[in-house]
């Protein structure tokens, strides 16, 4: 198995979701577009950028780092460094866009939205994800989707690289 | 994944055996810990099931405040043990103690103790995290690492500053975690005290070592001053308490001399008029009270690291 996205793909990915997103929020109306580092973060930082032609000035950022918020903590490798989160927005009471690269298991979601709680109660909560691979192990669904990657299956890895710290943009469906 | 962002340490017993890397990885994870201090809820889950042991057989307010406090903000349930009224009053010995301990479920021991190199002794002998608070005169890591982080965060950096740790060097752990933690981190060290209480033998460990404060005072970038610790000094030791100011307290006219910036840190409790004076302690060039605050951010990324790693 093995799905390629080039460069031009992704724009166009990233567009689409865009698009999708405006027509759900008005445009003259606060919005917080809060990105799971690392991918998910740039991710959000795009689709600020793209949102911002299209007319959105009241937008807030924010990334979130779920590491500590993670079920399997205990059970991953050597410790990677922890960064913190940055959510320098009012949370409260604003509709918030969750942003991330790939949507698998769901649990890096579950993480978010604990880490969230403990910031805050935005009017709304929805996701936006790049790629959806499937494989769902908790009951949560994105909102908004680049593709829809269908039986991707476990022992297969959905890369997404961007070019701000992957060199280029692409996404690669890969054997792990 | 390069070197520099791992660890795979599951104790934290001296700053001598770390690397620079390694504590840097430990600044940089502190550094995160800290925004969870900022947020209006200051807790996160991971250590959420885990139990942590303060068994602190030494008096202590601060560090033992900050390690239960930044054992909460992680999440773990937190045990106080004091040897006032325990076993080992009744003569226990402190591995038969910390083996109970253990037995208990317990999977980080934060242990104090009079003697040097006890908390190596629990690391080689239990299966749970050890994390060293105070192991006589030896050292004191988190102390070391806190000074560490306060110091980058002032200057935004520690290579090629120069420091001088001054007082009671002899019985300080603090001034050998931190002599160990500077010179890995690039810093000049320059230990200052009476002859009796700083042996020539310092110089082997890599720090210059002077009798004056006033020698160095001009060219130091940040004064760490040490409590004098009546407790500990024997009299033949010690002259007395108003010639040791003298000669060695920073006092007002003495801190008039320091450099423009100089940066003034003890690691508490505090003899006022001593070693320092109030208005210096409490001055705009004091970072006594950061230094507390970034205990906490410290001891939270230590007690993190620690029980995620499951090699020794």
């Known amino acids: 198995m093995h799905t390629d996205y080039d460069e031009a793909d992704v724009r166009r990915l990233i567009e689409q979701l865009a698009s999708t997103i405006a027509a759900s929020f008005p445009a003259d109306r606060p919005i917080n577009v809060v990105g799971i580092r690392t991918r998910g973060e740039l991710l959000a930082h795009r689709l600020v950028e793209l949102l911002g032609l299209k007319g959105y000035g009241k937008v807030g950022r924010g990334t979130l780092d779920i590491t500590l918020y993670r079920d399997d903590l205990s059970e991953i490798g050597p410790r990677p460094l922890v960064k913190p989160t940055q959510l320098a927005i009012q949370v409260d009471d604003v509709p918030l866009l969750l942003v991330d690269d790939v949507l698998f298991t769901g649990r890096s979601i579950r993480a978010a939205l604990n880490l969230l709680n403990d910031f805050g109660r935005p009017s709304v909560i929805r996701l936006a994800v790049l790629v959806d691979r499937g494989g769902r192990e908790l009951p949560i669904q994105p909102d908004f989707v680049g593709v829809k990657l269908a039986d991707v299956p476990k022992d297969y890895r959905v890369n997404v690289r961007l070019k701000e710290i992957d060199g280029g943009d692409e996404i690669v469906v890969e054997k792990r | ?312």
């Open chain 2, 1 to 312: 994944m390069t070197q520099t962002d791992t660890w795979t340490r599951k104790h934290l017993l001296t700053l001598e055996e770390l690397s620079a890397d390694e504590i840097r990885f430990v600044l940089d994870t502190a550094h995160s810990f800290k925004e969870v201090s900022t947020r209006s809820v200051k807790k996160v889950p991971a250590l959420r099931g885990k139990v942590v042991v303060n068994a602190f057989f030494e008096d202590s307010t601060r560090t033992r405040t900050s390690f239960e406090l930044a054992a909460q903000r992680l999440g773990a349930d937190v045990i106080a043990f004091t040897e006032k009224g325990s076993s080992v009053s009744k003569g226990e010995t402190l591995v038969d103690t910390a083996r109970n301990i253990e037995a208990m479920g317990v999977d980080v021991i934060v242990c104090r103790h009079q003697a040097a190199g006890s908390a190596q002794v629990l690391a080689r002998t239990l299966g749970c995290s050890i994390v060293n608070a105070g192991d006589g005169a030896h050292e004191h890591p988190t102390q070391g690492l806190l000074d560490l982080y306060t110091i980058r965060e002032r200057f935004g950096r520690i290579e090629g500053l120069k420091v001088a740790i001054v007082g009671d060097i002899a019985n300080s752990r603090v001034a050998r975690s931190d002599l160990w933690g500077l010179k890995k981190m690039g810093a000049e060290v320059i230990l200052v005290g009476p002859p009796t209480l700083l042996p020539k033998s310092f110089e082997k460990l890599g720090a210059r070592v002077v009798h004056s404060l006033d020698e160095v005072i001009g060219e130091v970038d940040v004064v760490n001053m040490l409590r004098v610790q009546f407790e500990r000094i024997k009299s033949s030791q010690f002259p007395t308490v108003r010639e040791f100011t003298r000669f060695f307290g920073l006092t007002w006219d003495r801190f008039q001399k320091c450099k423009p910036g100089v940066f003034v840190m003890h690691p508490g409790p505090m003899n006022r008029g001593i070693e320092i004076s109030s208005d210096i302690a409490d001055g705009p060039q004091s970072g006594i009270l950061k230094q507390v605050t970034n205990g906490l951010a410290v001891r939270m990324a230590v007690l993190y690291l620690v029980t995620q790693t499951s090699g020794r």
